[in-house]
């Protein structure tokens, strides 16, 4: 069962243990089954955006809609996707396109070795343009009858029988409560606030209290669209309503000799610039058939010249937290920002924990070993042995090696290593 993963999350059920696992694999239990609301939440991320000309950075708030169910329909919607997972698997091999998408499937490799791959072909195709495209609102705009009707192409059947009927409405038709007006009352509000592994509440007393049970936006009277994103089978899903077009546009990248990528909604093609603007049109129109629109604004060009050129007509292609041009690989500057953010923040904290331990009349020594552990990339055991640890430094180092030479990858991790080491010096000094 290594579709079953353990969710320690309050919500309106109990977790489940491996009994229950047993009982999601017979059809008829779950053709009988009552999902439950899922709890929504917007995830939102700030990011750090750099004008090139300016040298100015503008703040830009991220928010990704999050939907995630309770533990039983999550048991029962992981058993699907898997089931999902291993026949679309089996279906890339068929059409060919196994390497084409990357996304939500166990390849055994990172993401910084397709971005290297990436680069590596751009260095051979030189001079090569990089197209990066965005389909908007992705998991919001899945039309549920192209869905519906790959997946009875993926079963081989006709009609869905009764089990997959149920978790496709579920998902299609899926209701949510929304948990900043579950912290804003005040039984349940109360309750999320206990350290507790009790369920939130039942169906029946969110309702006589009034809590709101929010339907799917997508689904109006004209229209039949979106998919959850958060739960366990939303990745399976959109990998699914995706294949026909995965299957036409490495058709279309063939035919050229360009490069195909797909990672969830993120399309990447690296093509000879002759070619660049016939695929663009291509993509967009072969996204239009699959009732999708590509986000024009966020639509990238990259010219990837055989060696470098001052100033460059165009700036560093961006791919899966990694930017990349003729002078070589580096990790992306908002994610590393990000990093050097936590790392202040985390010093911070340790400072002002000794400060309050010294004016209580504790023991005001800064403890510095987590802090070691988060930001250095190994650890030395009592024993006097080396131990790497797994955490942003090892990543850095892990994605220089891929990227191979002319990276510029272990210079940032260094600087962001040796800045912590100070930083975590003057703590020990205190």
């Not at 291993?86 to 166990?106: C, F, M, P, T, W």
């Not at 899903?237 to 490495?250: G, T």
């Not at 510095?368 to 790497?388: A, C, D, P």
């Amino acid at each position: 069962m290594d579709w079953l993963k353990p969710r320690r999350y309050r919500h309106f059920d109990l977790p489940v243990n491996k009994v229950f696992a047993h009982k999601v694999m017979n059809p008829d239990m779950v053709s009988r089954h009552i999902f439950l609301p899922l709890i929504h939440y917007t995830k939102t991320e700030t990011r750090y955006k750099k004008c090139p000309k300016t040298g100015t950075r503008t703040i830009v708030q991220k928010e990704r809609p999050i939907k995630y169910a309770s533990h039983r329909d999550a048991c029962i919607l992981s058993y699907y996707a898997h089931q999902i997972n291993q026949a679309l698997d089996a279906r890339y091999k068929e059409k060919g396109i196994s390497d084409n998408v990357i996304a939500y499937r166990a390849l055994g490799q990172a993401n910084y070795n397709f971005a290297a791959e990436a680069m590596s072909f751009a260095r051979a195709e030189a001079p090569a343009v990089i197209l990066a495209f965005d389909i908007t609102s992705f998991f919001d705009t899945l039309d549920h009858t192209l869905l519906k009707r790959r997946l009875k192409s993926l079963l081989n059947v006709q009609e869905l029988t009764d089990d997959w009927q149920k978790v496709f409405r579920f998902i299609t038709r899926f209701h949510y409560v929304d948990l900043n007006e579950l912290k804003a009352h005040p039984v349940f509000g109360a309750r999320l606030r206990e350290k507790s592994r009790d369920r939130i509440a039942s169906v029946e007393e969110m309702k006589a209290k009034g809590i709101v049970f929010h339907a799917n936006p997508g689904v109006t009277k004209d229209c039949r669209r979106g998919i959850p994103q958060g739960t366990p089978i939303s990745a399976a899903a959109s990998n699914l309503y995706m294949i026909e077009f995965d299957v036409a546009a490495r058709a279309c990248c063939d035919q050229v000799g360009a490069l195909y990528r797909r990672y969830s909604d993120d399309i990447l093609i690296i093509c000879k610039p002759d070619y660049a603007q016939a695929i663009e049109t291509e993509i967009i129109n072969l996204i239009a058939a699959e009732k999708l629109e590509i986000a024009s604004h966020k639509t990238e060009k990259t010219r990837f010249e055989e060696r470098q050129t001052i100033p460059r007509a165009t700036k560093a292609a961006q791919y899966l937290g990694f930017t990349f041009d003729e002078t070589g690989a580096a990790i992306r500057e908002s994610s590393l920002a990000r990093q050097w953010r936590k790392m202040r923040r985390a010093i911070r904290r340790a400072k002002k924990s000794a400060m309050w331990r010294a004016t209580a009349g504790l023991s005001g020594k800064a403890h510095t070993k987590k802090l070691y552990r988060r930001f250095s990339h190994i650890k030395i055991n009592e024993e006097g042995t080396l131990r790497t640890l797994r955490n942003f430094s090892s990543y850095g180092r892990r994605s220089a090696e891929a990227f191979g030479a002319d990276e510029k990858i272990t210079q940032q991790v260094r600087r962001f290593e040796q800045a912590a080491q100070r930083e975590i010096a003057k703590l020990k000094a205190l």
